[in-house]
């Protein structure tokens, strides 16, 4: 049965079944215990199973070693979904102590499946926003690789820290300016519209663009920042009529 058809009450005890059953595994050193949940066609049991590696990481220092090696052998799985699940219960724990899961990353990039791929992108998000330095000391790595769905990853996955914090993106974003690629080109123009409709975060974003050289790119950018304003109207800090008369005022053409 989906998991979302169970009740409320039978959601919470299959939840409490699941990591019960993934830290005997654990603590057997049985990688194979796992692969029921790491495997399920169901995207909320394989979420619930790295949920739980997260909280038992967290929890239990004492198995902290036995948890990477479970990983480090689910890994080498053929399956993509049980490989995905691995790189997303990595960011789980990526998002306090991203140096030990690092190496994941440094592999699940270059992964052959997509959707392995794209848990890169969404572990990078909820890593770099909860435990920036680490995360884009490691993007960083990436951002001129000769792969351009690898640069257009990074730039994606860096995202999220600059919704709140662009300050801390726009130097790594700034590097991109120039990519020929048109998807590493139109993903950057996109995150750059994302990280601008916060308090506080137009005026840092504009700063920023005033002295990026590429101009074309900035006056796309700036056409992104604007629509973003409307199409996030219930969102955003600023009107769009007050987000366009900003850039008119603050805006180096």
């Not at 949940?37 to 902290?64: C, H, M, Q, W």
């Not at 992964?111 to 992108?121: G, S």
Request: with cysteine.
């Amino acid at each position: 049965m989906p998991f979302y058809a169970l009740s409320k009450m039978k959601r919470g005890e299959l939840v409490a079944e699941i990591k019960a059953n993934i830290l005997s595994g654990i603590q057997k050193n049985n990688p194979q215990a796992l692969n029921t949940y790491f495997s399920d066609e169901d995207t909320y049991i394989r979420k619930a199973a790295y949920l739980s590696i997260g909280k038992i990481y967290n929890e239990i220092p004492g198995v902290r070693k036995k948890v990477i090696a479970t990983l480090s052998k689910l890994f080498k799985e053929d399956l993509h979904p049980i490989r995905q699940t691995v790189i997303n219960a990595a960011g789980e724990i990526g998002m306090k102590d991203f140096e030990t899961v690092e190496h994941f990353f440094d592999l699940a990039l270059f992964d052959h499946h997509h959707t392995v791929r794209n848990a890169v992108i969404g572990s990078v998000k909820k890593m770099g926003q909860k435990n920036p330095k680490p995360v884009l000391r490691w993007a960083r790595k990436y951002l001129h690789h000769a792969d351009k769905e690898v640069r257009r990853e990074i730039c994606h996955g860096i995202e999220l820290r600059g919704r709140t914090h662009p300050q801390d993106i726009l130097p790594l974003l700034k590097e991109l300016q120039d990519d020929k690629t048109s998807r590493v080109r139109d993903t950057l123009v996109l995150v750059l519209g994302q990280i601008s409709y916060k308090k506080g975060c137009l005026e840092t974003v504009i700063a920023a663009l005033n002295s990026w050289e590429n101009k074309k790119l900035t006056k796309d950018a700036i056409e992104e920042i604007i629509d973003v304003h409307d199409r996030y109207s219930d969102f955003a800090i600023l009107s769009q009529k007050q987000a366009i008369r900003y850039i008119e005022e603050k805006f180096k053409k």
